[in-house]
């Protein structure tokens, strides 16, 4: 009989990884601060949790996958918190992206309690999400990582065990940082061709074959393009990322220059920003200038 499994968070990502689970046989009990996000999940077959301790506590395996580290704080301590209803012997898998520190702070908590821990941040986009073809970086211990790996594998195409509790974000991150600054240096550039006369997408064509060539244009050299940012992954989120990739490179002693330019450049357009748009908005910052 196969584990049931919790899951918290049913936003952008959260809600088609949770279907996969459901899909892939597993009983699913799930719980969303805006309730109306589960219902779809409650017709496929899923249960509602009444709150994060109560879908904790049918648990087997809870996966959580929320905005930002005050949230995860929240499901997990707070008013109902879910840690304490997990039962010994179950496993915590976090798929936020949050500090290494706050990761490993999660694992000692669990530890103390006889529950097993994984960070487990995930990469590919909500298109990833819905395939079931997520990258998953992986902190915590390889036991219990065999443990829950075909739940992993319900979601992912790939599943990185990079090293103890923190890893797995400290890696994610990294990741998110490289993208940050990816995409930035494309705006940046569309900017200098199209004041210049030169249509953008001459520019994308020559990329593309050349070594400036990166997946990510393929996805948001478009949205820009077109001035149309649709949130596959909201610029809000990856300004956190972007701050908390900072603060952890102020912890280990290191200065990231680029990180702390382009950390400048997605505030300014955030804060100017009256919708939700993705993180290809950072295009904003020149289309003003």
């Known amino acids: 009989m196969k584990p049931t499994v919790g899951f918290i968070g049913l936003g952008l990502m959260g809600k088609p990884m949770a279907l996969n689970v459901l899909k892939a046989g597993y009983p699913l009990v799930v719980w969303n601060r805006t309730a109306a996000r589960a219902e779809g999940l409650v017709r496929e077959g899923a249960k509602l949790g009444a709150s994060p301790a109560a879908t904790a506590a049918q648990a087997d395996v809870l996966i959580t996958i929320v905005s930002d580290p005050p949230a995860v704080e929240k499901i997990l301590w707070g008013a109902d918190g879910a840690l304490p209803a997990l039962r010994r012997g179950s496993v915590l898998i976090d798929s936020s992206t949050i500090s290494p520190e706050l990761a490993r702070k999660t694992a000692v908590a669990c530890e103390k309690n006889g529950v097993g821990y994984l960070d487990a941040p995930v990469t590919g986009g909500t298109w990833g999400a819905e395939k079931g073809e997520l990258v998953f970086m992986v902190g915590g211990k390889s036991e219990t990582l065999e443990k829950v790996r075909p739940v992993l594998e319900a979601m992912g195409k790939k599943i990185f065990h990079l090293g103890p509790n923190g890893a797995g974000q400290t890696v994610k991150l990294a990741m998110n940082l490289i993208l940050a600054l990816q995409v930035e240096a494309l ?15 001459k520019l994308v064509e020559v990329m593309q074959a050349s070594m400036a060539r990166a997946a990510v244009l393929d996805v948001k050299a478009p949205l820009i393009l077109k001035n149309e940012f649709p949130p596959s992954f909201p610029l809000r989120l990856m300004h956190k990322d972007i701050r908390l990739a900072l603060e952890l490179a102020r912890q280990e002693g290191i200065t990231l220059p680029a990180a702390a330019a382009s950390y400048a450049t997605y505030s300014a357009v955030k804060e100017a920003s009256k919708d939700d748009p993705d993180y290809a908005a950072v295009a904003r910052f020149w289309q003003k200038t």
């Open 187 to 201: 705006a940046e550039a569309l900017a200098l061709v199209t004041h210049a006369g030169v249509a953008g997408e």
